[in-house]
């Protein structure tokens, strides 16, 4: 939208916050677009001073109730940042207070007559020490499908759980189906989801260099709004570069603690990784500057933590779901629906370094049976047998062993003219 577009009395305010913002290198374009919104509820309200008030915010609030609630966070924490901006050029302003709770998804509260059971469910998998964030989630939201089906008795029948996967995905199946068997191991009766086998091979997606260009530029570009904290927003960059430029796991890096990262020489020691083994990896020398810079960041806050990149709460680790769920929201920033092919995730990243390491070598000319063993112990594999796999699914890599490929000429020679008999 134009600079034109915003007409209240708070539209200079607005005007200058999107252009120091965009000052700094930010692209600020959803900013934009949600003052916006608030601009045209100021004209609304008839609203006439060049200040925000609390009254104007508790109206605003309230203008909003119909939003989710991470809409709702969204819509205030821009006019947050309007009221930070207007107290740091001299104005006496109200600045909206951050909620005690402002994550990306609603508070979690259970209500359907499952409540009982999904906490008593939830509770025992933490307790045998999984994480369970993602299942605890999808047993939320059908909780909430229950509630809104008006489920009076907590019975799991077979026509109740199909009619969820209808309007779930088959993803959450594998949770649903652990629930089943946990309500009947308290003697209730429960349908359990038959698994289903595998209709087709997983193909990795392999970004291409403009994909993780605009990629990494999108991550780079992420300013700190009601889904962050500041400290949350800076570890984004360094993280998924981890990914990509060691070909690391999601949990390996979540699970990184100070100790394990030294940031003189650049070398990560990943303990109790998949399969129960560990690995020396080594960054390379801007990465370990990047490193460092973060570390000297976070210590102006925490000056002790456990933790390399803390979550919100510094006592804990950031999670998997949320470098999942920030992969998606950098991927559609950059790329939105324009892609065909099937969607990348934060894996993604790692099956692409592997590629790109072997292409490169095979340019190179180097010997392949004598790198493979290096890769396959620096990416943690038991075998070889494991990293030729992300190659050879990998359709880039199609040219290359083309250009490349000497030896097939001689095991299935040219087809040579022979007299008609």
């Known amino acids: 939208m134009s600079m034109n577009d915003f007409t209240s009395t708070l539209a200079p305010a607005i005007c200058e916050l999107i252009l120091q913002k965009r000052a700094l290198g930010k692209r600020y374009i959803h900013g934009e677009t949600l003052l916006g919104h608030f601009d045209r509820f100021c004209v609304e309200i008839n609203y006439s001073q060049t200040t925000l008030t609390e009254e104007l915010i508790q109206q605003w609030k309230e203008h909003n109730l119909n939003r989710k609630h991470r809409q709702q966070s ?161 570890s984004y960059s360094i993280m998924f570069r981890l990914y990509y430029c060691c070909g690391m796991r999601l949990q390996e890096v979540c699970n990184l603690k100070v100790e394990d990262v030294d940031l003189k020489s650049g070398k990560i020691l990943v303990l109790n990784s998949k399969g129960q083994k560990d690995r020396i990896v080594f960054m390379h020398e801007d990465l370990r500057q990047m490193c460092d810079n973060y570390d000297a960041f976070v210590k102006k806050t925490l000056l002790h933590r456990t933790w390399f990149f803390t979550a919100k709460h510094a006592d804990k680790p950031i999670c998997k779901s949320n470098m999942t769920r920030r992969f998606h929201y950098f991927w559609d920033i950059a790329y939105g629906d324009k892609n065909t092919i099937h969607y990348p995730t934060v894996h993604s990243l790692r099956h692409t370094f592997v590629v790109n390491k072997i292409n490169s070598w095979i340019l190179e000319g180097k010997d392949m049976s004598q790198m493979l063993p290096y890769l396959s112990r620096y990416l943690g ?41």
């Not at 086998?197 to 997983?202: A, C, L, S, Y």
């Not at 290359?400 to 008999?421: A, F, G, L, T």
């Open 381 to 421: 594999h038991k075998t070889i047998e494991e990293t030729h796999y992300y190659y050879h699914l990998a359709i880039t890599a199609n040219e290359i062993i083309r250009q490349k490929d000497i030896q097939s000429k001689n095991v299935i020679p040219e087809v040579m003219p022979y007299e008609e008999i």
């Open 74 to 234: 969204q819509y205030l924490t821009y006019v947050r940042q309007l009221g930070q901006y207007l107290k740091s050029v001299g104005y006496e302003t109200y600045i909206p207070p951050t909620e005690q709770y402002s994550g990306t998804a609603d508070p979690i509260e259970l209500n359907s007559p499952f409540a009982p059971y999904i906490k008593d469910f939830v509770l025992q998998k933490k307790a045998a020490g999984y994480d369970y964030q993602c299942g605890e989630r999808a047993l939320y939201r059908f909780d909430r499908f229950c509630v809104n089906l008006n489920i009076n008795e907590p019975i799991l029948s077979r026509d109740l759980t199909m009619e969820w996967l209808a309007h779930s995905t088959m993803s959450n199946a594998s949770c649903f189906r652990q629930f089943a068997k946990y309500i009947i191991s308290l003697g209730e009766e429960a349908y359990i989801i038959r698994k289903t086998p595998k209709i087709r091979q997983f193909q990795p997606y392999i970004m291409t260099f403009e994909e993780l260009s605009n990629f990494f530029e999108a991550v780079d570009e992420f300013a700190p709004d009601y889904r962050s904290s500041d400290r949350m927003a800076a």
